[in-house]
């Protein structure tokens, strides 16, 4: 998601400098990989990768530090705090909206951190998405996108489970997805990714659930959401149950695939394994 969040920003008018470690991600950005930022933005796949980048900025000249990756609400506090001391502002900033809403730059943003930092940083954010909101102090934003993806994550597996039913009853796919977007079990996870193929062209399921959002990143997440709970005190039951579905799916290989992927292994349809 950070090539075409990189490429919005430029077509924006804003001197972007790219890193990844794929060399063919800064080549595809087209703008260089040299040099520093005054305002770094991560967006990276895991907690340790998010800690490392933000280790390395004292003495870089950045100013401030945006992560708009997903994790710890906690690890979003102490690099507040650790960073703060270097003299560097920082904002955790997740995202919703998957790769399509980087690319149409309407991603829903949810930003943790100072008012005073989120203002300068804000004309930035409004590139990227159609929602950019400040939500509270340090960690705030990673609170809301946990509780974010554990209502999606959820919402997928009692679809698949849902779809495994009606499509053993006989039910024609592309039949109850029409029927099922007018009524009440209608959510947005389904309309992007409903897992039965045969229903609408852009659906993971009908390219062999190439990922929109890997099932790996999803077991993640609710991973998190699932701690988050518990350290304040609420037992998250539907969430743990949805985990151990993906972390079903994970057993059977499917981790890297779409995380509409966990249909497969809800129904039990044989695959081979993607990884």
Not at 52 to 80: C, I, K, Q, W, Y
Not at 107 to 122: A, D, H, K, M
Not at 153 to 164: D, F, Q, S, Y
């Amino acid at each position: 998601m950070g090539l075409p969040m990189a490429r919005n920003l430029v077509a924006a008018g804003h001197e972007v400098v790219g890193h990844d470690l794929d060399p063919g991600r800064v080549q595809a950005l087209g703008t260089g990989g040299e040099g520093g930022a005054e305002v770094v933005i991560a967006s990276l796949p895991s907690a340790a990768a998010v800690e490392e980048v933000a280790h390395s900025l004292p003495g870089t000249g950045a100013r401030v530090f945006v992560d708009m990756s997903t994790g710890p609400p906690a690890l979003a506090r102490r690099l507040a705090d650790e960073l703060g001391a270097a003299g560097i502002d920082s904002l955790d900033a997740p995202v919703s909206g998957g790769p399509r809403g980087a690319e149409t730059a309407t991603l829903s943003i949810f930003v943790g951190g100072s008012p005073e930092v989120f203002t300068r940083v804000e004309p930035l954010l409004a590139v990227l998405g159609s929602v950019v909101q400040r939500v509270g102090g340090p960690g705030a934003g990673q609170v809301v996108k946990l509780c974010n993806n554990l209502m999606a994550g959820a919402n997928m597996v009692a679809i698949a489970e849902a779809c495994a039913v009606a499509e053993r009853a006989g039910i024609d796919a592309a039949t109850f997805y029409g029927l099922i977007t007018r009524s009440t079990g209608a959510s947005r996870v389904l309309r992007t990714r409903f897992p039965l193929p045969g229903a609408e062209d852009g659906h993971p399921a009908n390219r062999d659930f190439e990922p929109m959002f890997m099932l790996d990143l999803i077991a993640k997440d609710l991973a998190l959401a699932c701690e988050l709970a518990e350290e304040h005190g609420v037992e998250p039951a539907v969430a743990e149950v949805a985990l151990a579905a993906y972390c079903a799916a994970q057993e059977r290989g499917l981790g890297r695939l779409d995380y509409s992927a966990v249909y497969l292994s809800c129904a039990s349809v044989e695959v081979e394994e993607s990884n």
